[in-house]
Nanobody, 124 residues
Framework: QLQLVESGGGLVQPGGSLRLSCAAS????????IGWFRQAPGKEREGVSC????????KYADSVKGRFSISRDNVKNTVYLQMNNLKLEDAAVYFC?????????????????WGQGTQVTVSS
């Protein structure tokens, strides 16, 4: 069993930055790749970024490339999503999820565990 808890969301102006955290409990963190997803009202959930178990492999949606950066700390059992130059369209509930195996994908299929989400609001 793996429990994921997101934090770090909030209200930010366009162009601002936030760092989201995904903290995992349990001893299985090292067996899972981690992905970040988001869902805005009335829209489908979309993959944002993901990181492999080792941290060497990362992927990003085209909409966030160059602005978001994902990393993981396997000692602290935490994955971070640094979000810079936020845009109005980045506003959503952000979820982290765990995918068994070394490599990750920003497609939601196969992710076994999900957090409850953290709200990111981008507004002037």
């Amino acid at each position: 069993q793996l429990q994921l808890v997101e934090s770090g969301g909030g209200l930010v102006q366009p162009g601002g930055s936030l760092r989201l955290s995904c903290a995992a409990s349990g001893s299985l963190f090292g067996y899972y790749a981690i992905g970040w997803f988001r869902q805005a009202p009335g829209k489908e959930r979309e993959g944002v970024s993901c990181v492999s178990i080792s941290g060497a492999d990362t992927k990003y949606a085209d909409s966030v490339k160059g602005r978001f950066s994902i990393s993981r700390d396997n000692v602290k059992n935490t994955v971070y999503l640094q979000m810079n130059n936020l845009k109005l369209e980045d506003a959503a509930v952000y979820f982290c999820a765990a995918l068994a195996g070394e490599y990750c994908t920003i497609g939601a299929l196969g992710y076994d565990y999900w957090g409850q989400g953290t709200q990111v609001t981008v507004s002037s």
